[in-house]
């Protein structure tokens, strides 16, 4: 008898058990959806905002630029030629041609405005313009492609760096990518903008 009430304990407790596990699924199986919809809003709320559209581009300040603002636009610079300088900090050849950026860009200021970008980045988005002294550029985060790419993919990077030339009305003039030496830069100035140093 004993043997037969153990028995029929143990055939309760795992129809009970089966119920449960159904009950958790139903549960789950239906709020797993509300859970990841849920997931899905609340990355997209705190995803950066802006756009990435190579002819009218908005991106979130980065650095010393976002103490003073907190968007830097294409449309903040319409009246000069612009130079977009797209870098990451794992990028050797951004690290190579940054130098000649920097020089050209102090000596062109008020003439040519030169604005950084991080973009692709994987680490400090701050490495390159700190370690190149160029804090007094404005600065932006890329947003948006699969890691802050957005307009650097808009723009047919497939790596870095990568640097956009814009006249003073914001329209995009040439993109070039890869690497630039500083003398390559310096030509490329004086024919798209007729702005010798």
């Not at 200021?109 to 007094?136: C, N």
């Not at 650097?152 to 640097?163: D, E, H, N, Q, V």
Request: some cysteine.
């Amino acid at each position: 008898m004993v043997k037969t009430s153990s028995k029929a304990q143990r055939e309760a407790r795992r129809i009970a058990a089966q119920k449960a596990k159904r009950k958790r699924q139903v549960l789950f199986g239906g709020g797993g959806i509300l859970v990841v919809a849920l997931l899905v809003v609340a990355i997209a709320a705190g995803a950066p905002k802006g756009n990435t559209d190579p002819d009218g581009w908005d991106l979130p300040a980065m650095g010393p630029t976002a103490e003073a603002q907190e968007r830097v636009t294409l449309a903040d610079y319409r009246g000069t030629p612009l130079v977009a300088n797209f870098f990451a900090s794992w990028c050797t050849a951004c690290d190579a041609e940054l130098p000649g950026f920097a020089r050209v860009s102090k000596e062109m200021e008020g003439q040519v405005q030169f604005v950084g970008i991080a973009s692709q980045e994987t680490g400090d988005p701050m490495f390159m313009p700190r370690r190149h002294g160029l804090d007094w550029w404005p600065l932006a985060r890329d947003i948006g492609g699969g890691t802050g790419s957005g307009l650097s993919t808009a723009l047919g990077a497939r790596g870095m760096p990568l640097t956009a030339f814009y006249d003073a009305n914001g329209t995009l003039l040439r993109v070039q990518i890869g690497a630039m030496s500083e003398p390559q830069l310096r030509d490329m100035i004086r024919t798209l903008y007729g702005i010798s140093t």
